[in-house]
């Protein structure tokens, strides 16, 4: 064992790893432990909400709760786990203050996602993603791990958006307590609709038509393949989402500071394409064609007949490779003798 750490083994079998715990945070590692096991939690790996539950049930100085954490998460991290401390739960209790200013900025993000156009092209659809980019930013999930949800990742559940980061950690939106209003589900659903749309029509002047007209799409159930694709995409200038592309946590991070400033990018509306209505007189027909009957027979004996032409061409193709070997060989030599 090395110096300075202690050794101390799960109560919760005889066969549990033991855990190296560094000395000065012996105490408050075994206080977290015999907490878990009493409240039937797990110690390691802990999940977020069971190390605020923790520091909710043992109040104390925002020094001494910093130490907790620091322990569980460096006890964590030395065995290969990541650390619970890091999730937005936790330093919301940790730091009042942030928590504050937190609450201040999604108020004003929720209000401008709500505000954002949701038709029009390519209007609507920059505000769709931009809106719900903005509600995931108002949870406090960072840039990264939000550029790195799949749309498996966000659920509705009995009216609260739920979204589940790659480690594991759950960020929640409620309904106002007041008007029992969540725009932040229909801001969700209203993107979502765009990535079902575009599994069943791979086109952009398909989706284009939908935005102007509004049409409603049925949402299928999402596969494995489709769930797995990312949830926030790039989008150009004429509106094209690239395939299985997700956005980069810089162009989040410059979205979401452009909208807190008040210098949100203005997108222009692309000019129509006016279709083109001619009467039945002038309209093009294709003109009727007859195939010859015996086509698919004529067509199989000139297959027959190239591939007997073409048998030995293998065998020729390496007699000029032999010759164009000698050749080079004689080359060199002739090179040597200069």
Known sequence: MRAGFVTQAFRNGASAPEVLVPARYRHDWALFTDWCHASDHSPMPAAPETLALFLREHPAAATTQRRR??????????????????????????????????????????????????AGWPTGL???????????????????????????????????????????????????????????????????????????????????????????VVREPLTGRR???????????????????????????ALVRAYVSGHAPIRKALPMRQRKHDDASSSWIEPAIELDQSYYERGTAARRRDHDSFEGLGDVFDEIADRADALFDELLAVLDGL
């Open 69 to 118: 954490v620091s322990a569980i998460n460096t006890v964590h991290t030395r065995h290969g786990y990541s650390a619970p401390g890091r999730s937005e739960e936790v330093r919301r209790r940790l730091d009042t203050s942030r928590a504050d200013r937190v609450d201040r900025l999604a108020e004003t993000l929720l209000q401008q996602a709500t505000e954002l156009p949701t």
């Open 227 to 253: 769930g797995r694709q990312p949830l926030l995409v790039p989008i150009d200038r004429w509106g094209h989402l690239p395939y299985g592309e997700s956005m980069t946590s810089q162009s989040v991070s």
């Open 126 to 216: 920059f505000g769709r993603r931009d809106a719900l980019l903005l509600v995931l930013a108002a949870t406090g999930m960072r840039f990264t791990e939000a550029t790195r949800l799949r749309r498996c990742d966000v659920i509705v559940d009995t009216g609260i958006v739920v979204a589940t980061t790659r480690e594991g950690e759950r960020f929640c939106l409620t309904a106002d307590p007041e008007t029992c209003e969540n725009p932040a589900v229909s801001i969700f659903r209203r993107w979502a609709e765009i990535h079902a749309f575009l599994d069943e029509h791979h086109s952009t002047d398909l989706l284009r038509q939908h935005l102007l007209e509004s049409g409603d």
